[in-house]
């Protein structure tokens, strides 16, 4: 199974009618399928693991935008630095400040998600509200340590269930956490615009709870390998 272009002009045309933004999340796909969907129009792409965007990027078109989505170490930032225009999982200050120091490097502005834990599951990385709230008090703060890193919202992820009404909750929870640290603690709130949320099985959900950015793998590549999540 290869790239479903009717899919993804179906997809994309329900996302530009709620002023939304598609990330296509090519994860574990080959090359060419990312080039296709290139071809079609998409230019923006999200992977999870630092080598696979690091070999994609080096063969893949200049104006693609790569968005990192997955759990980032820090010690591999230096890697994707150069030229990741964003990075959605951003759970702690020490993987910011490692941002900002490789960002810096590459005389760069990266601009920064931090992912917030929504989901019942245990499994899910990201911050709580306190944990958040921490952290967007250290960057307050010491703004000279963040010069090279723009905080442009939250991203999450929903609950992996049927139940509409729970994950339909769990957005708007994001929603309102993200207008509230708004508010209060974001020195650029005109950059604090982004809630990256909705996948495969939720993104009419997440777009009718406000996402501004899907992150959308399997409906348009194809399922993914059981064992790659
Ligand atoms: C894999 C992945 C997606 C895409 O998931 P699909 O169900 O294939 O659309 C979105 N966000 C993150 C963080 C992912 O790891």
Redesign the pocket.
């Known amino acids: 199974m290869g790239t479903d272009i009717s899919e993804f002009k179906h997809i994309l045309s329900i996302t530009e009618s709620y002023g939304a933004r598609l990330t296509a ?1 090519s ?1 574990t796909k080959p090359v060419r399928d990312i080039f296709t969907l290139y071809q079609a129009g998409q230019k923006v792409f ?1 992977e ?1 693991y630092v080598q696979e965007l690091v070999e994609k990027q080096g063969v893949l078109p200049e104006d693609i935008q790569w968005h990192f ?2 759990h980032l170490q820090t010690n591999k930032v230096k890697y994707i630095a150069p030229f990741v225009s964003m990075i ?2 951003v759970d702690d200050l020490k993987l910011l400040r490692e941002i900002d120091k490789q960002a810096g490097k590459c005389n760069r502005i990266i601009d920064c998600l931090l992912q917030i834990h929504i989901a019942t599951e245990e499994t899910k990385f990201g911050m709580d509200e306190n944990e958040l709230i921490h952290l967007l008090k250290e960057v307050m703060v010491h703004p000279e340590n963040y010069h090279h890193i723009r905080l442009c919202g939250l ?1 999450g ?1 929903a609950t992996n269930t049927d139940d509409t009404i729970l994950i339909r909750r769990e957005f708007h929870t994001l929603k309102a956490l993200s207008e509230n640290v708004r508010n209060k603690y974001i020195a650029h709130p005109q950059y604090f615009t982004e809630l990256s949320m909705g ?3 939720d ?1 009419l959900i997440a777009l009718e709870e406000g996402s501004t950015l899907l ?5 348009l ?1 194809g399922k ?1 390998d059981n064992k790659q ?1």
């Open positions: 999340v994860k999200g999870n989505i997955g959605h999982s991203m992820m996948m495969s099985h993104y992150r959308i793998g399997s409906l590549f993914r999540v």
